[in-house]
């Protein structure tokens, strides 16, 4: 079945760091890919998605490629801000209509 | 922008109770779906509705667990007898069409805590 696999947090950075969340998936045929963001006491927003091979979604500074052959799709900001602080999901569809998500990973930005 | 919206957002229970989360999808929407995060943990697939019937479910969606959609806009996830396993946050969600490259907006969620 379909799987996701996201790196372990909390992540804590400094302001203006550089962010990496790492997320690779496991599925048949051509999945679609997504990440959504939920901040402390709210719901599930998309931040940015990916539907095909090579294409790279982005969205308030992140950014995310799809990437086939290493089955990747993660997350990166330049330059993380103090409001940037939540969690964040990788997750995919393929083959059926539901979402299957990752773990989830907690960033904290610090000023 | 139109919105996913949930009531109550915070309930508490008494084990064995039946509890009703209320949802009210995007409009023009047909694709339904209802997730649970257990506190601290991944968000899991329940149960998705299409044309009036489920069209897939996982399998926590035992038969404690029906959705309905009584009218033309609300989507309801019932949960006949609660165990105290079911505490977690509940998420409505819905989408356009089919594609799987569509997105799928979710609710702030229902907070549901069984004492």
């Known amino acids: 079945g379909n799987s996701v696999t996201q790196m372990e947090g909390p992540v804590t950075l400094s302001e203006e760091a550089f962010l990496t969340i790492n997320c690779t998936y496991t599925?048949?045929?051509?999945?679609?890919l997504f990440w959504y963001v939920q901040y402390p006491g709210e719901g599930l927003q998309l931040l940015l998605k990916?539907?095909?091979?090579?294409d790279k979604g982005s969205n308030k500074g992140f950014e995310a490629t799809y990437r086939k052959e290493t089955t990747s799709f993660h997350l990166e900001k330049g330059s993380v801000q103090v409001s940037d602080s939540a969690v964040y999901f990788c997750a995919l569809t393929g083959g059926g209509n539901k979402l299957t998500f990752g773990t989830g990973t907690q960033l904290k930005v610090e000023l | 922008e139109p919105e996913v919206t949930q009531t109550p957002s915070h309930q508490v229970t008494q084990m064995g109770q039946e509890v009703i989360l209320r949802c009210v999808p995007i409009s023009n929407h047909l694709y339904f779906y209802w997730y649970r995060q257990i506190l601290g943990q991944k968000v899991e697939f329940l149960v998705s509705?299409?044309?009036?019937?489920?069209?897939?479910k996982s399998e926590i969606f035992d038969d404690q667990f029906s959705v309905e959609r009584p009218d033309g806009s609300n989507f309801t996830l019932k949960i006949r007898s609660t165990k105290l396993e079911d505490s977690a946050m509940y998420f409505c969600a819905s989408k356009w069409t089919v594609d799987s490259g569509n997105t799928i907006y979710f609710g702030e969620g229902s907070w549901l805590t069984v004492v």
């Open positions: 990916a539907t095909k091979a090579d």
């Open positions: 509705f299409y044309n009036n019937e489920i069209s897939e």
């Open positions: 599925a048949t045929g051509y999945p679609s």
